[in-house]
């Protein structure tokens, strides 16, 4: 399983943009990326799922580069209530049962 | 989206006792559910693989003797902490897996948790 590396924690403002870049440098050809997200004392929500390009959806956009090295979640014009931690995952598509690996993960801290 | 649920969302015992813990998939049969342990502030590590109708796969390092998982149905998975001590308590998470299909990237839905504290 593809080790990955995220920043331990961020700070921003209500209406900013935020970026969390996340770092799998031997992610695998069959590899997806995924993002969640987990409040205190709950369980970790699903966000967004890529696998090369861009991907958007309701909530976030996700960037991965031609090399697949990396990949940026952004969150649009942040509000308090996105204070959470996010996960940045990769794992196999779909072949069987995969089981998840979670790093430290990003605390982002959402400010007035 | 697809829904699993935990029972309890918290539980408080007493030393030595035993605690269940149920997982259920709402509205999707999950053939595979993951168990999850979270202490405050860290990350979630996994520990154990639940399949239905056969023998859990355990971490390396967890207990199986201690931490009884039982698959029963492929709906319902349940985590048992036998002989409960204050070391156990923790924010245990379950997650399940919909069935797949074909070119489509596996994603894991997650329990709300369940907070035990052992006293």
């Known amino acids: 399983l593809a080790k990955t590396t995220q920043p331990i924690s961020m700070d921003s403002y209500e209406g900013q943009e935020v970026n969390i870049t996340c770092s799998h440098n031997?992610?695998?050809?069959?590899?997806?990326i995924t993002w969640y997200q987990q409040f205190p004392s709950q369980g970790p929500r699903f966000i967004i799922q890529g696998y090369k390009t861009k991907v958007t959806n309701e909530v976030a956009s996700l960037f991965i580069p031609a090399d697949r090295k990396s990949s940026t979640l952004s969150l649009p014009r942040v509000s308090l209530s996105d204070t959470a931690v996010y996960y940045c995952?990769?794992?196999?598509?779909?072949?069987?049962?995969?089981?998840?690996?979670f790093g430290t993960g990003t605390r982002l801290l959402v400010s007035p | 989206g697809a829904v699993v649920s935990q029972h309890p969302s918290w539980v408080i015992c007493k030393s030595g006792t035993s605690v269940k813990i149920e997982c259920r998939s709402l509205d999707f049969q999950a053939t595979t559910m993951f168990w999850y342990r979270q202490f405050p502030k860290q990350s979630l590590m996994l520990m154990a693989t639940?399949?239905?109708?056969?023998?859990?796969?355990?971490e390396q390092g967890v207990e199986k003797d201690k931490f009884l998982i039982n698959h029963a149905s492929l709906t319902l998975s349940t985590l048992t902490v036998t002989s409960a001590h204050p070391e156990d308590s923790s924010f245990y998470i379950c997650s399940a897996r919909p069935p797949g299909l074909a070119g489509v990237a596996d994603t894991q839905y997650f329990g709300p948790g369940t907070r035990l504290t052992v006293l």
């Open positions: 995952l990769v794992g196999a598509m779909n072949t069987g049962f995969q089981k998840l690996v």
């Open positions: 031997n992610i695998a050809t069959n590899d997806y």
């Open positions: 639940s399949n239905e109708g056969s023998k859990a796969t355990y």
